[in-house]
C-alpha cells in the first residue's frame, strides 16, 4: 500500500515553518495534570499580569474571581476530599455536571490531582441520560449544580454513586452578590428546588478537605496523591456518540490532555503571549474544547479566564466584553453569528481582541469574512473528536484564511485519508481522515468492538471524510457517520429514534438532520403512525415525549409524518435516501428565495 | 400635606432610586441608543409632546380650579417614571429601551418641564400664585441627576456594586410609592371622600389614554408591537414621586394640599392602571411568540407524499 505522503511525510511542514510553529512537539512538562495545575499556578502567582486567574461573570455584570493561589489551594481542599474524607481511590470515576462557574476548575483540578477520572457531564441531561452515562462510568461521586438536585432521586437509586456535592453558579463570589443571586435564583427564578437527599455542600467539601489535609502533614502532603501518576493514566472519561450514535466514554489520558494543550499552543503560539492573555470561554467547559483550549490551554500561558455561565441569549454576554479586555476567545458558529447580530458587538467590537478559534462544527464563510471585517483580527477554524482530545487539526493564523478548510495537522499528527476499501487516496481525493498522534484516546470504556471498529494500530477512523491539497490543507466533504451537529454539540439519529419509537403511536422513524440558519444543523423526525392506534399522531405529541428523554438540544426541531418510509430489500431503514430528499428541499427553497 | 420629614425621607428615596437608574446604565449604552435615535426620539415626543397635552387638555375639559389643574399639567410635563423599567420587563418588552427613554427623558427635564409647564399654565389661565417656579424644577432635578451620575461612574468602576445599587434602586420605586400611599392616605380618606369624581376620571385618564396615544403613535412610525407596548408604557408612567417633591417644595399649607392631590392620586393609580395593562401586554407578547415559534420551527404535520 503506497502512502500518498511516501516521499513528504508531512507536506505541511512547509506552512509550520511560513506561519512559524516549531513541527517538533518538546517532551511532556508534566507527567501528569496535578503537577501540571499545580506547577501552573504556582508559576502564574508571581509572573501574571491577570487580575485573577478564573472570574465568572452574570448577565448584570455581577462577578466574582479566584486568584492562581486560590485555585490551587481549593483544589488541593478537594482532592483531600476525595482521596481522605470520601475514600477514593486512584482511578475512581468522579462526575461533574455544572455549568461554567468558579466551581468548575475547583472541582475539576481536584479530581485530576487526586487521581481520580473526571466525567464531564451537560448539566441538561435529563435523568434517563444521567443514568445511562453514571451506569456506564460506574461513577462514584457527583458534583452537581444546585439547580438540578431535583433530578437526584430517580438518578441515584439507578446508578453506584454514593457521594453528592452541590455547588451553586454563585460560588466563591463576595458575600453580597453571592446573597443577592442566590436570593434571586430561589425566591423569584424559583430555580432552585429543594433537595431531598444526603448531600454536601461544595464549602462543606473543601473545609472537609482542609481539615483532613492539615492533619495528614499539610499542603505538601496533597503533592502525594498526584506524586506517582503516570502519563499513560486515565484522566478523563468523555462521552460521545463516535460513529455509531450509542454513547459511550473515550479514555483520555493525562498524556492526551497534556499533549494537545502543546499541540494547541504550539499553534496558537504566534499570537499568545503568556501572562497577558484574557480568554473568554463562553462554551461550556464539559464540551472537550472548552476543557482542554480554554481550561488547561489557556491557563498553561497564565491567561485570565472570563467564564460565562450562560451564553443563551448571547446578550448575556455583553457586560463580560465590555468590562474585561478579552483578547482570545473560542466558540463554534452559532456563538460568533449571535454576535455579530449583536449591535452592542457590532457596534464596539473588544479593542484588545486578538484571536479566535472555532470548533466544534464548520464555520459559515459567511460568518468568518464577516468577523474579521468587524473585529479585525484572525478567526481559525480547528477540527477535532471528542476521541481525539479534541485537537486534530487548525488553520494557521498568519497569512490568507482558507473559507471552507479546517487547516493543516497540528504537530505531532499524522493523518492518513482512506476510501471504503481501505486503500489511501491521493491528494484532492476524498477519503475519511484516520489520526495517529499523542493525542488520539486509548479506547472507549468497556467497549472493545466499538473500540475495535475504530482504533487500529494506532490509528483512529473519524468517521470524516474530507480532501487534502498538496500543502497539507484539508477540507471535510462528507460524514461517514450518522451524526448531527447542533451547535456544535453532537446529536445521534440511533438515540432520538430509541426515545421515539417508544411512542404508542409510532410505528417507524428516521432521524436526519437538516440544515439550519442558526444552529447549523437541526434535527428532524420522520414518523409512521401506529395503524394500530387509536388516535392521531401529533407533532406536538413527539416533541413532548421526546422533551421527557432528551435533553433539548437533542429535541427534534421538525417533525414530518409519512406513510411508509424508504427501505432496504431486507427492511433497514435508508436515512441517506431520507437525506437526500432533506437535501433536494432546500436547494429548491435556495432557488425560490433567489428567484421570488 | 407632606410633614417635613416625610419630604426629606421621599428626597432621600429618590436620590436611590437615580442612583439605581445610573447604575443600569453605561456609557456606551446612550452611544449605542443614540446610532438609532429614532425610539429614543419617540419616546422624547411622546413623553414632552403628547403628556403634558393630554394633561392640559383633560384639566381644561373637566373645568378644573387653578389648584387641580395645576397638578395635573405638572404630572403631564414630567418625565418617565422608573416603575415603567419594571413594568416593561414583567410585561416581557424591550427593557434596554425603557430603561434609555426613562433616563434620557429624566435629562432632558431638566429644560423640557420648566419650559412646558410654564407653557401650558399659561394657555389654561392659571394664575401666577400656582405658578411652579422653574428654579424649583431644576434644583430637584439637579439634586436628583448628581446621584445618577455616580450610579453611572460606580458601574463603571465596579460592577458588583453597580448592579447591587441597581437592584436596590428597582425595589425603592416601588417601596416609594407605597410610602405615599401608607403616610399620605389614612391622614386624608376624608378629603379623599369628598372628591369628585372628575379627578379620579383624570389621575386614571392621564395614565390610560397616554399608554394608547404612545402605542398609536410608535405603530404609526413603524415601530414592532413589541417595542409599541414598552414605548405605550414608558408613555403613560410619569414620575409621581418626583412631581409629589416639586410640589412640597414649592407650596405650603393649604395650597400644598391641593396641588398635592393629583400627583398623590396620579402615583398610587398608576401602579395599579400598568399592572393590569401590563398583564395584557404580557399575554399578547406570549400569544405573538407562540405565533413565531410555530411558523419557524413548522411542527410540520404532512400528508404522504
Known amino acids: 500500500m503506497q502512502h500518498p505522503f511516501a516521499n513528504t511525510p508531512r507536506p505541511w511542514v512547509a506552512v509550520y515553518r511560513e506561519v512559524g510553529i516549531t513541527p517538533e512537539l518538546p517532551p511532556l512538562s508534566h507527567p501528569n495534570l496535578g503537577a501540571f495545575v499545580h506547577d501552573a499556578c504556582t508559576r502564574w502567582a508571581r509572573e501574571s499580569k491577570a487580575k485573577a486567574a478564573f472570574t465568572c461573570v452574570v448577565p448584570n455584570g455581577m462577578n466574582g474571581s479566584l486568584s492562581f493561589a486560590k485555585v490551587d489551594e481549593l483544589s488541593d481542599y478537594f482532592a483531600a476530599y476525595l482521596r481522605e474524607v470520601l475514600g477514593l481511590h486512584v482511578g475512581d470515576r468522579v462526575a461533574v455536571q455544572m455549568p461554567n462557574g468558579l466551581a468548575y476548575p475547583v472541582v475539576a483540578f481536584g479530581i485530576l490531582k487526586a487521581g481520580c477520572v473526571l466525567v464531564n457531564t451537560n448539566p441538561l441531561y435529563t435523568p434517563a441520560e444521567m443514568v445511562h452515562q453514571y451506569k456506564d462510568a460506574g461513577v462514584k461521586a457527583l458534583v452537581l449544580i444546585d439547580m438540578f438536585a431535583d433530578k437526584l432521586p430517580s438518578v441515584l437509586a439507578m446508578t453506584t454513586i454514593k457521594h453528592v456535592v452541590l455547588a451553586g453558579v454563585s460560588e466563591f463570589f463576595p458575600l453580597i452578590p453571592k446573597a443577592i443571586i442566590r436570593g434571586v435564583q430561589k425566591v423569584w427564578a424559583q430555580v432552585l428546588p429543594p433537595v431531598t437527599v444526603p448531600h454536601t455542600r461544595i464549602a462543606a467539601a473543601l473545609a472537609q478537605g482542609r481539615a483532613a489535609l492539615q492533619k495528614a502533614g499539610g499542603r505538601l502532603h496533597a503533592q502525594n496523591y498526584w506524586k506517582s501518576i503516570q502519563p499513560h493514566e486515565l484522566a478523563l472519561l468523555q462521552y460521545t456518540g463516535g460513529t455509531t450514535g450509542v454513547s459511550k466514554g473515550a479514555m483520555i489520558t493525562h498524556s492526551n490532555l497534556l499533549h494537545n494543550v502543546q499541540q494547541m499552543l504550539a499553534m496558537g503560539g504566534t499570537h499568545m503571549a503568556p501572562g497577558k492573555e484574557c480568554v473568554l470561554t463562553a462554551l461550556p467547559i464539559y464540551h472537550i474544547l472548552a476543557f482542554t483550549a480554554n481550561l488547561l490551554g489557556f491557563l498553561a500561558i497564565g491567561a485570565q479566564n472570563i467564564l460565562i455561565p450562560s451564553p443563551r441569549p448571547v446578550q448575556n454576554l455583553q457586560r463580560a466584553v465590555e468590562n474585561y479586555p478579552?483578547?482570545?476567545?473560542?466558540?463554534?458558529?452559532?456563538?460568533?453569528?449571535?454576535?455579530?447580530?449583536?449591535?452592542?458587538?457590532?457596534?464596539?467590537?473588544?479593542?484588545?481582541?486578538?484571536?479566535?478559534?472555532?470548533?466544534?462544527?464548520?464555520?459559515?464563510?459567511?460568518?468568518?469574512?464577516?468577523?474579521?471585517?468587524?473585529?479585525?483580527?484572525?478567526?481559525?477554524?480547528?477540527?477535532?473528536?471528542?476521541?481525539?482530545?479534541?485537537?486534530?487539526?487548525?488553520?494557521?493564523?498568519?497569512?490568507?484564511?482558507?473559507?471552507?478548510?479546517?487547516?493543516?495537522?497540528?504537530?505531532?499528527?499524522?493523518?492518513?485519508?482512506?476510501?471504503?476499501?481501505?486503500?489511501?487516496?491521493?491528494?484532492?481525493?476524498?477519503?475519511?481522515?484516520?489520526?495517529?498522534?499523542?493525542?488520539?484516546?486509548?479506547?472507549?470504556?468497556?467497549?472493545?468492538?466499538?473500540?475495535?471498529?475504530?482504533?487500529?494500530?494506532g490509528w483512529l477512523a473519524t468517521g470524516d471524510v474530507a480532501e487534502m491539497d498538496d500543502q497539507g490543507f484539508m477540507q471535510i466533504i462528507d460524514r461517514k457517520k450518522d451524526m448531527i451537529l447542533v451547535s456544535g454539540f453532537?446529536?445521534?439519529?440511533?438515540?432520538?429514534?430509541?426515545?421515539?419509537?417508544?411512542?404508542?403511536?409510532?410505528?417507524?422513524?428516521?432521524?436526519?438532520?437538516?440544515?439550519?440558519?442558526?444552529?447549523?444543523?437541526a434535527v428532524r423526525a420522520y414518523v409512521v403512525h401506529n395503524p394500530e392506534h387509536e388516535g392521531a399522531l401529533q407533532p406536538e405529541a413527539v416533541i413532548a415525549h421526546c422533551r421527557k428523554f432528551l435533553a433539548a438540544y437533542k429535541v427534534p426541531k421538525s417533525i414530518v409524518i409519512r406513510e411508509e418510509l424508504p427501505k432496504t430489500v431486507v427492511g433497514k431503514v435508508l436515512r441517506k435516501d431520507l437525506k437526500a430528499e432533506v437535501k433536494a428541499e432546500w436547494q429548491e427553497q435556495l432557488k425560490a428565495n433567489l428567484h421570488p | 400635606m407632606l410633614t417635613e420629614f416625610e419630604t426629606q425621607l421621599l428626597g432621600l428615596m429618590m436620590m436611590v432610586i437615580m442612583l439605581g437608574m445610573g447604575a443600569s446604565l453605561t456609557y456606551r449604552d446612550f452611544l449605542i441608543a443614540f446610532r438609532r435615535p429614532k425610539g429614543v426620539l419617540i419616546g422624547l415626543v411622546c413623553q414632552y409632546g403628547l403628556m403634558p397635552f393630554v394633561g392640559f387638555t383633560l384639566a381644561i375639559l373637566l373645568n378644573f380650579p387653578p389648584a387641580l389643574a395645576v397638578g395635573l399639567i405638572l404630572m403631564g410635563c414630567m418625565p418617565g417614571g422608573t416603575t415603567s423599567n419594571i413594568f416593561a420587563y414583567f410585561s416581557k418588552g424591550v427593557l434596554a429601551l425603557s430603561i434609555m427613554m426613562t433616563s434620557i427623558s429624566t435629562l432632558v427635564a431638566l429644560v423640557a418641564v420648566p419650559a412646558l409647564l410654564a407653557f401650558y399654565t399659561g394657555m389654561a389661565g392659571i394664575g401666577s400664585e400656582f405658578a411652579v417656579p422653574a428654579s424649583n424644577v431644576a434644583q430637584v432635578l439637579v439634586v436628583l441627576l448628581v446621584p445618577t451620575l455616580i450610579g453611572m461612574v460606580t458601574r463603571k468602576l465596579n460592577p458588583n456594586i453597580g448592579a447591587t445599587m441597581e437592584l436596590i434602586g428597582s425595589f425603592m420605586g416601588i417601596f416609594v410609592i407605597l410610602f405615599l400611599i401608607v403616610t399620605w392616605v389614612p391622614r386624608n380618606h376624608m378629603l379623599l371622600a369628598a372628591t369628585p369624581v372628575s379627578v379620579y376620571f383624570a389621575v386614571i385618564g392621564l395614565g390610560l389614554i397616554g399608554m394608547a396615544l404612545g402605542f398609536l403613535l410608535a405603530r404609526l412610525l413603524r415601530q414592532d408591537r413589541n417595542r409599541s407596548r414598552t414605548i405605550a408604557l414608558e408613555t403613560g408612567i410619569q414620575n409621581g414621586p418626583l412631581a409629589v417633591l416639586i410640589v412640597t417644595l414649592t407650596f405650603t399649607g393649604a395650597m400644598q394640599q391641593e396641588v398635592l392631590l393629583i400627583p398623590v392620586l396620579y402615583s398610587l393609580f398608576i401602579v395599579l392602571t400598568s399592572t393590569f395593562v401590563t398583564l395584557f401586554f404580557r399575554r399578547l407578547a406570549d400569544r405573538e411568540a407562540l405565533a413565531r415559534d410555530q411558523a419557524k420551527t413548522g411542527s410540520v404535520s404532512q400528508a404522504s407524499r
Not at chain 1, 331 to 349: H, K, Q, R, S
Not at chain 1, 372 to 391: C, D, F, H, M, Q
Not at chain 1, 402 to 429: C, H, K
Not at chain 1, 436 to 457: C, F, I, N, S
Request: a negative charge.
Open chain 1, 326 to 457: 478579552i483578547t482570545w476567545m473560542t466558540g463554534v458558529n452559532t456563538l460568533y453569528n449571535g454576535l455579530l447580530n449583536e449591535e452592542w458587538f457590532v457596534a464596539y467590537p473588544p479593542k484588545t481582541l486578538k484571536a479566535s478559534i472555532a470548533g466544534g462544527t464548520s464555520l459559515h464563510s459567511a460568518v468568518a469574512k464577516r468577523w474579521r471585517e468587524v473585529t479585525k483580527t484572525p478567526i481559525a477554524e480547528g477540527y477535532g473528536l471528542t476521541e481525539t482530545s479534541p485537537v486534530v487539526s487548525f488553520n494557521p493564523l498568519h497569512g490568507e484564511p482558507r473559507l471552507g478548510s479546517i487547516g493543516i495537522p497540528a504537530p505531532g499528527t499524522d493523518i492518513r485519508l482512506v476510501d471504503e476499501n481501505g486503500v489511501d487516496v491521493s491528494f484532492g481525493q476524498g477519503g475519511e481522515i484516520y489520526v495517529k498522534g499523542p493525542q488520539v484516546m486509548q479506547g472507549y470504556w468497556h467497549q472493545p468492538a466499538e473500540t475495535a471498529a475504530v482504533l487500529r494500530d
Open chain 1, 490 to 521: 453532537n446529536v445521534y439519529p440511533n438515540e432520538i429514534e430509541d426515545v421515539i419509537a417508544q411512542m404508542d403511536a409510532v410505528l417507524e422513524v428516521a432521524v436526519v438532520g437538516t440544515p439550519d440558519e442558526k444552529t447549523g444543523e
